[in-house]
């Protein structure tokens, strides 16, 4: 049995590979930016990794994104084990419907307008208390994020040649949440369990994937040393919101996981992203005896154990 990894960003496959080889896990790598795959055949056996990510629009990788929503129904209907399968996958690449799954589990999130066409945008920005951020629906290190706290402001961001669509066109409205203080909190999951939580320092903007390393070109995927990133020890297991995370994972067949939130000055948390092709910042792993893509790793040699059991 062979763990088949799905990725679009060679950047972020050398912590994973690391993690796969110490824990002794058979692996394969198939790069993804598109794809041919025979309905009448069955696809290769063993368990498959979706590192898919929703900013592989902005490395032309868009193709990708497409082909593996039809490809994971495919590997499913076959009795594959996918980590991180259709339903996570459709989540991931939809805030929309992430926003649906937070809200059933009575998640707190912030209130958000959902607009397909650029020119529609000022009219329902009326409807938007201010300060209202823009995000994609199909999001990914930031892009797309923008504050705004006026109205002029925002039209002529709508009208300029700034202006960032999203893969899929459709924009969000969202509601501000004014931190406490100027960071978010990235809460890191793998098969149910609580692995840490990581602050994110905003100071600089939202462009705050915590990849250790990223191709030369992503600009917007930054990882520095400059105290960004750093552990959120006093939150645990225990507390009620990463146990309602964990909750919504299971039943919504999500294994891996990083979600993020923010907390207002009253206390308040919103929940508002929940990232299925999560990275992890490693000189703060290194400093605290952490490591989640090993955490990874040993899901990977789980499921290939277990895939093997059911075939004997």
């Known amino acids: 049995m062979t763990l088949h990894?799905?990725?679009?960003?060679?950047?972020w496959v050398p912590p994973l590979e690391a993690a796969l080889r110490c824990q002794g896990v058979p692996y394969e790598l198939h790069f993804t930016d598109g794809g041919v795959f025979d309905l009448s055949s069955a696809p290769p056996e063993g368990v498959f990794l979706n590192r898919m990510s929703p900013s592989s629009h902005t490395r032309g990788n868009q193709g990708g994104v497409r082909f593996l929503g039809e490809y994971l129904e495919y590997l499913e209907a076959h009795g594959r084990r996918v980590l991180n399968g259709?339903?996570?996958?459709?989540?991931?690449?939809?805030?929309?419907?992430q926003d649906s799954a937070l809200r059933a589990f009575h998640i707190r999130t912030p209130r958000t307008i959902v607009v397909v066409g650029r020119e529609r945008l000022k009219a329902a920005s009326r409807e938007m208390e201010l300060p209202f951020i823009t995000k994609h629906n199909q999001g990914g290190k930031g892009l797309g994020v923008r504050l705004f706290r006026d109205h002029t402001t925002f039209d002529a961001y709508v009208d300029g040649t700034d202006f960032i669509g999203g893969p899929d066109e459709i924009t969000l409205l969202q509601q501000y949440i004014e931190p406490a203080e100027p960071f978010i909190t990235r809460v890191e999951i793998v098969d149910g369990v609580f692995q840490y939580a990581i602050r994110s320092g905003t100071q600089d903007g939202f462009e705050l994937c915590p990849a250790v390393e990223c191709a030369s070109e992503d600009a917007l995927c930054p990882a520095d040393g400059d105290g960004k990133f750093?552990?959120?020890?006093?939150?645990?297991?225990?507390?009620?919101?990463?146990?309602?995370?964990?909750?919504?994972?299971?039943?919504?067949?999500?294994?891996i996981a990083g979600i993020e939130f923010v907390e207002d000055r009253a206390g308040?948390?919103?929940t508002y992203d929940i990232n299925g092709t999560t990275n992890y910042y490693q000189e703060v792993e290194e400093q605290h005896g952490l490591n989640g893509m090993d955490a990874i790793a040993r899901l990977a040699a789980r499921a290939l154990a277990d895939s093997v059991t059911a075939v004997v």
């Open 268 to 270: 308040i948390r919103y």
């Open 230 to 255: 750093s552990l959120r020890e006093e939150l645990t297991e225990d507390d009620p919101l990463i146990r309602r995370y964990v909750d919504l994972m299971r039943a919504l067949q999500i294994d």
């Open 5 to 11: 990894v799905i990725y679009e960003n060679p950047a």
């Open 86 to 97: 259709s339903r996570a996958f459709a989540l991931e690449v939809s805030k929309i419907r």
